[in-house]
């Protein structure tokens, strides 16, 4: 176990595993789980962070800092700012269902946060058992767009094992989450991929903490290698604001057609000569993954101008 000294006491390297608050729970290298508090006015750990911490009397540790990260997953607040909840991810998986629940313009707007961040994103459609012979060519056709432009796509149920064993080779090895509105079936995921894997916070050695139970915000182990972070605020996952700029780097199938716009400062909406939509007219873009463009670019505008208005 990696140990260092400071201030004359021990300090450990471990895993940020679970979130309760006002305080952490962090797994040692040797797999004891501690619940561990935060110095005044530190910076709040999240699951998925490595930090360093010393073990205190009582049973209980002290956070003493948070190691550099490699990626940090935030969502939106009701007023658009960024919190923080999920650290050095290498993967996010967007879980759709077939129609009426699948949603290009929101598959798009988490495809945009993972290309901001430089994250793999993995797009599942999930309850594909739901799917019949009059639906299914359509939803695969909605798919293909994705395909074309490189996105990793799966098809899966928690009924068909071979979409479950695609979806955890996308994993093994890999930080992940699981993202996508509600009644995609996320939770059913979980549970197959993580095979009742649980972090037993009530039940580790005498050295371990046993105050807490069950938390929101927990990270597993998955069976062949990798890490899958659970969050009530990753599941429901909104945007945080973001600029117009960032809304055209987030559509990566954009760039190779934004060198021909007419204009320079072109945002692709309504300005003569431009390649994009030129592109959309020629089936080279997909019409649906314009039209979330639109949308995203008009929110994008209307924060920035009530920010400057201000």
Same mark, same amino acid.
């Given at each position: 176990?990696?140990?260092?000294?400071?201030?004359?006491?021990?300090?450990?390297?471990?895993?940020?595993?679970?979130?309760?608050?006002?305080?952490?729970?962090?797994?040692?290298?040797?797999?004891?789980?501690?619940?561990?508090?935060?110095?005044?006015?530190?910076?709040?750990?999240?699951?998925?962070?490595?930090?360093?911490?010393?073990?205190?009397?009582?049973?209980?540790?002290?956070?003493?800092?948070?190691?550099?990260?490699?990626?940090?997953?935030?969502?939106?607040?009701?007023?658009?700012?960024?919190?923080?909840?999920? *650290?050095?991810?290498?993967?996010?998986?967007?879980?759709? *269902?077939?129609?009426?629940?699948?949603?290009?313009?929101?598959?798009?707007?988490?495809?945009?946060? *993972?290309?901001?961040?430089? =994250?793999?994103?993995?797009?599942?459609?999930?309850?594909?058992?739901?799917?019949?012979?009059?639906?299914?060519?359509?939803?695969?056709?909605?798919?293909?767009?994705?395909?074309?432009?490189?996105?990793?796509?799966?098809?899966?149920?928690?009924?068909?094992?071979?979409?479950?064993?695609?979806?955890?080779?996308?994993?093994?090895?890999?930080?992940?989450?699981?993202?996508?509105?509600?009644?995609?079936?996320?939770?059913?995921?979980?549970?197959?991929?993580?095979?009742?894997?649980? =972090?037993?916070?009530?039940?580790?050695?005498?050295?371990?903490?046993?105050?807490?139970?069950?938390?929101?915000?927990?990270?597993?182990?998955?069976?062949?290698?990798?890490?899958?972070?659970?969050?009530?605020?990753?599941?429901?996952?909104?945007?945080?604001? =973001?600029?117009?700029?960032?809304?055209?780097?987030?559509? &990566?199938?954009?760039?190779?057609?934004?060198?021909?716009?007419?204009? &320079?400062?072109?945002?692709?909406?309504?300005?003569?000569?431009?390649?994009?939509?030129?592109?959309?007219?020629?089936?080279?873009?997909?019409?649906?993954?314009?039209?979330?463009?639109?949308?995203?670019?008009?929110?994008?505008?209307?924060?920035?101008?009530?920010?400057?208005?201000?």
């Amino acid at each position: 176990m990696q140990k260092v000294k400071e201030n004359n006491s021990e300090t450990r390297s471990g895993l940020v595993v679970s979130y309760f608050g006002n305080s952490v729970a962090v797994e040692a290298e040797d797999g004891q789980v501690f619940q561990c508090h935060l110095r005044r006015n530190q910076e709040l750990p999240v699951v998925g962070d490595t930090v360093r911490w010393q073990l205190e009397t009582g049973n209980t540790g002290i956070i003493i800092a948070i190691q550099p990260r490699r990626s940090l997953l935030s969502r939106g607040d009701g007023r658009g700012r960024s919190k923080p909840i999920a *650290a050095n991810l290498d993967t996010v998986v967007i879980v759709m *269902a077939p129609p009426p629940i699948f949603s290009e313009y929101l598959i798009d707007r988490y495809l945009i946060a *993972a290309e901001l961040l430089g =994250i793999q994103p993995v797009i599942v459609l999930n309850k594909t058992d739901l799917l019949t012979d009059m639906t299914r060519p359509d939803a695969e056709g909605r798919l293909a767009s994705y395909r074309q432009i490189s996105y990793p796509v799966v098809q899966s149920s928690i009924y068909l094992p071979a979409g479950l064993q695609e979806v955890a080779g996308h994993l093994q090895g890999k930080t992940s989450v699981l993202i996508g509105p509600s009644g995609v079936g996320k939770s059913s995921i979980i549970a197959k991929l993580t095979e009742g894997e649980s =972090i037993r916070i009530g039940d580790v050695s005498s050295k371990g903490a046993g105050k807490h139970t069950t938390t929101a915000t927990r990270l597993y182990h998955l069976p062949k290698g990798g890490h899958l972070i659970d969050s009530p605020g990753v599941r429901e996952f909104n945007l945080w604001r =973001i600029s117009p700029q960032e809304v055209l780097r987030g559509f &990566r199938d954009f760039q190779v057609f934004i060198g021909g716009c007419k204009f &320079r400062d072109c945002r692709h909406v309504v300005e003569p000569g431009c390649a994009v939509r030129a592109a959309v007219e020629h089936g080279k873009i997909s019409a649906e993954r314009y039209a979330s463009y639109q949308e995203l670019m008009k929110e994008a505008e209307e924060h920035e101008n009530s920010r400057y208005s201000h």
